[in-house]
């Protein structure tokens, strides 16, 4: 079973679209991460919710809209795609507050065109 | 000055070879360290933990030096299967929780 999970894997779509990306782990960990990761391969924290509660928003657009139904979902939309917003996201989740390893999904790579 | 910084590389080296990366943080109150590993178009994984007593698993040892802000990670006996992107990680308190807060990583590539 893999522990935590993203879809798509690849999305390709044009500019001023709005897309989602979905993640889920069944680790049952207390704090889930969205990480951008660009194309000089640096991976920058956006996010970080822990119990379904917002921790953490970096100077992120405001296009970018996390929501965490529940502990183990935290969701990504993103409104008014642009071409900047081409890099690849991962999720990853950890254990209570965040001070263990962190476990990351395969990472969904966005193209807008 | 960047929260996590390491040379980007590449490390060039042989089979066989030794090689050490280096990694200084800048936030005093962080309290776990980690290296990854990161393969072409793969995720992150957790290579090892890194304590401040120092530890070893198997070709790899880790070192932290908190005095002087400083993670260190030792590849002895090089195999082809180490190249890769070696990511340094600190998690400094924010919030309430802890950051995982990544370097660019150190580009290994280990050739016959």
């Known amino acids: 079973d893999t522990a935590v999970s993203q879809t798509p894997k690849y999305l390709v779509t044009q500019m001023g679209n709005d897309k989602s990306i979905k993640c889920e782990q069944n680790l049952g960990h207390d704090t889930m991460y969205w990480y951008k990761q660009d194309s000089k391969k640096f991976l920058k924290i956006m996010f970080s919710?822990?119990?379904?509660?917002?921790?953490i928003n970096e100077t992120v657009p405001n296009r970018f809209s996390p929501k965490s139904p529940d502990k183990a979902h935290l969701n990504l939309h993103i409104n008014s795609l642009e071409l900047g917003d081409s890099a690849v996201y991962f999720c990853?989740?950890?254990?209570?507050?965040?001070?263990?390893?962190?476990?990351f999904g395969q990472g969904t790579r966005l193209t807008v065109v | 000055r960047k929260e996590v910084e390491q040379d980007p590389g590449p490390f060039n080296v042989p089979e066989g070879a030794t090689v050490a990366f280096n990694c200084t943080y800048s936030n005093s109150a962080s309290q776990s360290f980690f290296w990854y590993r990161q393969d072409c178009r793969k995720e992150p994984k957790l290579l090892m933990s890194?304590?401040?007593s120092g530890n070893e698993d198997g070709r790899f040892t880790a070192q932290l030096n908190r005095a002087s802000q400083y993670i260190s990670l030792l590849i002895r006996d090089s195999k082809l299967s180490d190249s890769a992107t070696y990511l340094c990680?600190?998690?400094?308190?924010?919030?309430?929780?802890?950051?995982?807060?990544f370097g660019r990583g150190t580009s290994l590539i280990v050739h016959p």
């Open positions: 919710y822990n119990n379904k509660e917002l921790i």
């Open positions: 890194v304590y401040s």
């Open positions: 990853a989740s950890s254990q209570g507050t965040g001070a263990s390893e962190a476990f």
């Open positions: 990680v600190v998690n400094p308190l924010s919030g309430g929780s802890y950051i995982p807060t």
